[in-house]
């Protein structure tokens, strides 16, 4: 019976820390964590631990602050009622499409301990140019090879990249990066000039133009890419999709932040 008592006043503690986090819509630390609730240290420490481990909560590597975690977005997409990134997104997205004529693709990381790396797909909008390549909506793929995944994984920790690389980096075609000193060089470029390309480094044939999206903290939480073959997203057409991309991902932060 303690046990079980145990167990409930430590889910409350980890909800309270959700809660609090929420409220004030900032990063927190430890020490104002526990001051603002009325606990030890350590109760905080242990809970924030684990729900760093499950995703709820994520630190900032350069404050080592503490935000909310990718997994509560991925739950909150499944209530409905609410309004959901994809929405947020969309007029930018099927905009981009128009303007690009090439399929765009709304993705975010897949918060799993045991499995990182991967980004999954959580918007799509199609043109008339249907492209088969491209992965379906809920589907996800290794970001260390798609312009999606590159987009978010330039703002990951150093040890988040580490850990990708421990399952070892597969190759998909001769482009694929499986080095993961050349995959940082890469990353930090992307992070540099703000878009990340897959060169046919899934699929041959196949060229993607991604870009972060931000929150109000300047936190990255999803991506947008173009997608076409290398018969119609040719060089000449380069500086123009990049270009608008960009300007698609800058304004989904803007209405995120609003």
Not at 157 to 165: K, S, W
């Amino acid at each position: 019976m303690a046990n079980n008592r145990y167990a409930v006043s430590s889910i409350d503690r980890a909800l309270d820390i959700l809660l609090l986090i929420f409220r004030e819509r900032r990063e927190m630390g430890i020490t104002e964590i526990a001051a603002d609730l009325g606990i030890y240290k350590s109760t905080v420490h242990r809970a924030l631990g684990t729900l760093q481990e499950r995703g709820f909560i994520e630190q900032n590597p350069v404050t080592n602050k503490y935000w909310l975690g990718i997994k509560l977005f991925t739950l909150g997409m499944l209530y409905r009622d609410k309004m959901k990134i994809q929405e947020l997104a969309r007029p930018f997205t099927e905009k981009l499409a128009e303007q690009c004529r090439e399929v765009v693709h709304l993705g975010i990381l897949e918060s799993d301990e045991h499995e990182p790396g991967r980004v999954v797909v959580i918007d799509k909008v199609e043109t008339q140019k249907v492209l088969k390549l491209t992965p379906a909506i809920g589907t996800g793929t290794k970001a260390y090879c798609s312009a999606l995944g590159k987009a978010l994984l330039a703002y990951q920790p150093d040890e988040y990249l580490q850990r990708i690389a421990q399952n070892n980096l597969e190759r998909y075609t001769p482009n694929t990066i499986t080095d993961v000193q050349e995959l940082k060089r890469e990353l930090c470029q992307i992070k540099e000039q703000g878009y990340s390309i897959d060169r046919e480094e899934i699929e041959l044939g196949l060229i993607c133009i991604g870009a972060p999206i931000f929150t109000v903290q300047n936190r990255v939480i999803a991506a947008i890419s173009v997608s076409g073959p290398t018969t119609r997203l040719t060089p000449d057409r380069m500086p123009e999709i990049i270009a608008a991309v960009k300007e698609a991902a800058a304004r989904i932060s803007e209405r995120i932040g609003d």
